[in-house]
């Protein structure tokens, strides 16, 4: 089966500007997540989609960040204006289980690696 | 919330020997799971080994095994006959039960192979 997948792998944009991930789960996957990695760190949670509704959003500064899964499938991460603590990577993953079912492994993707300057 | 803690920063292990990376963990919940997560140097997170609450058996993958002691909340991996193709990032990774089964993880191992 295909992996999760995101694009773009890498993107390089000047503060105050706009950037936009996409993520396309494995398919037939319930649950969306977004992490922001910061280099050293380990994956913070941004926001957690079961199909098209939120989980969680607690820790997504929603001043700047927003995120969406129209049709409970792919998903696109937006900020607006970007600032330079924005630098990371940002990953995608995905589990079958609907919330319940806390055994299923996450699959990741090989995430995007946010540089702005 | 829960934390998650890996007070490890960097490991070095010879090649062919064993290594462990420890890992702690706060919660007040008696059942959840936990896992181990490699990042090698592509940035893609692979599932090593992952471990139920409830459980008193320490789960194994081949050369990878992890120490379970949930009184202790610890949860060590243990890398048996060492490869250099396990050089990576290691993250524990705590998931909780409750509603939204949110995934907790800790701030990795890095973990150097040495020829």
């Known amino acids: 089966e295909a992996g999760v997948a995101q694009s773009p792998r890498y993107k390089i944009i000047e503060k105050r500007q706009s950037v936009a991930f996409w993520c396309n789960p494995i398919?037939?996957?319930?649950?969306l997540y977004w992490y922001q990695q910061i280099l050293g760190q380990g994956p913070k949670l941004l926001i957690q989609?079961?199909?098209?509704?939120?989980?969680?959003d607690s820790q997504l500064p929603k001043d700047r960040f927003s995120a969406e899964r129209l049709k409970g499938v792919d998903s696109t991460l937006k900020i607006q204006p970007a600032k330079l603590e924005d630098s990371a990577v940002y990953l995608c993953?995905?589990?079958?289980?609907?919330?319940?079912?806390?055994?299923?492994?996450?699959?990741f993707g090989p995430g995007t690696r946010l540089t702005v300057l | 919330a829960q934390t998650v803690t890996q007070s490890q920063p960097e490991m070095s292990v010879q090649e062919a020997e064993t290594v462990t990376l420890s890992c702690t963990y706060d919660?007040?919940?008696?059942?959840?799971?936990l896992f181990w997560y490699k990042q090698p140097p592509s940035r893609q997170m692979i599932l090593v080994i992952r471990?139920?609450?409830?459980?008193?058996q320490n789960a194994t993958e081949n050369r990878f095994s992890v120490n379970f002691q949930k009184a202790a909340k610890s949860f060590s991996l243990k890398i048996s006959d060492s490869q250099l193709g396990d050089a990576a990032m290691y993250f524990c990774?705590?998931?909780?039960?409750?509603?939204?089964?949110?995934?907790?993880f800790g701030t990795g191992t890095s973990l150097t192979v040495i020829p």
């Open positions: 993953a995905s589990t079958k289980s609907p919330t319940g079912l806390a055994y299923n492994e996450q699959f």
């Open positions: 471990q139920e609450a409830y459980k008193q």
């Open positions: 989609f079961q199909n098209n509704g939120v989980v969680d």
């Open positions: 398919s037939g996957h319930a649950t």
């Open positions: 990774a705590y998931r909780t039960m409750n509603t939204g089964n949110q995934f907790y």
């Open positions: 919660t007040s919940e008696s059942d959840y799971y």
